[in-house]
């Protein structure tokens, strides 16, 4: 129905430390990237699923194929490998949902909400959390300079939404993704606002960040792409969920076994 989710698990897992991808790393018997899976299809049983994997593997294509994924070629960097699986979408998505492997017991709940707002219009949804740490500010030389009010601050996860056709323009726009397969999407879309990005945010820049496997300065998630880019379309924010945290470092492993464990009650 429209529906498209990139799972991107083509990352080494370097913090994590184990030798292996992350997504095949074993938790609770299963790779990472089976939990994430799992959930995704729990939460979204219709969707197409596309799950970027690493150059040459080819132990989660096959577990991508069992579980009813198509798996993509990833990139140098996270936003590379979006764009490379943006490029396979079908051509039919409406909506995406691009979605961290390494998030592998995000609930449910949290991909309804996310799609409920692109239902309700957002074309970019990030789900939040607040910030519960004390955040300071350094200067150049690490000297505090102040405490930073986190009221104001919001940490952000995965899965986040987005018009399809939004988010391959910007990453177009970007240089993420190459010029010609543009056409419907851009007439389209920026026809809708003041958008100056599409025609002048393209040139030396975009494409040596693809070159060089380093993403455009400043630019993190999927979202900060739209703000930057096009920036006529606010991002949404809806809630996120404290078991959406991604699998980073080591001690987030210990974790994660925790929550498979309280659920398995
Ligand atoms: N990712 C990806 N392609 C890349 C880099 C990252 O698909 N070139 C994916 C990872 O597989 C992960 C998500 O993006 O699911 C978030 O990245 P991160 O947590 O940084 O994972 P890794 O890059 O694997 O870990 P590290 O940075 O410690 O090497
Ligand atoms: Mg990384």
Known sequence: ???????????????LGYGLPKALVPLAGEPLLAHALRTV???????????????A?????ALARRMGARAVTGGA????????????LPASTEHVLVHDAARCLTPPAVFARVLAALREGARAVVPVTPVTDTIR?????????GTVDRSVLRGVQTPQGFDAALLRRVN????????????ADDAALSASAGDTAATGGTGAAG???????????????DASLVEHHAPEHPVRFVDGDEES????????LVLARAVVDSRAG
Do not use: M, N, W, Y
């Open 1 to 15: 129905d429209g529906l498209a989710v990139v799972v991107v698990a083509a990352g080494s897992g370097t913090r």
């Open 41 to 55: 299809r729990e939460a979204l049983p219709a969707a197409a699923v596309l799950v970027t994997v690493p150059a």
């Open 57 to 61: 593997d080819t132990e989660l294509t």
């Open 77 to 88: 960097s996270r936003a590379q490998s979006v764009a490379r699986a943006l490029a396979a």
């Open 137 to 145: 500010r350094a200067d150049a030389e690490g000297r505090s300079t």
């Open 172 to 183: 177009r726009a970007a240089g993420l993704l190459p010029h010609e397969s543009a056409g």
């Open 207 to 221: 494409s040596s960040a693809s070159a060089s496997g380093t993403d455009p300065e400043g630019i993190t998630d």
């Open 245 to 252: 945290f991604k699998v980073t470092r080591p001690l987030d």
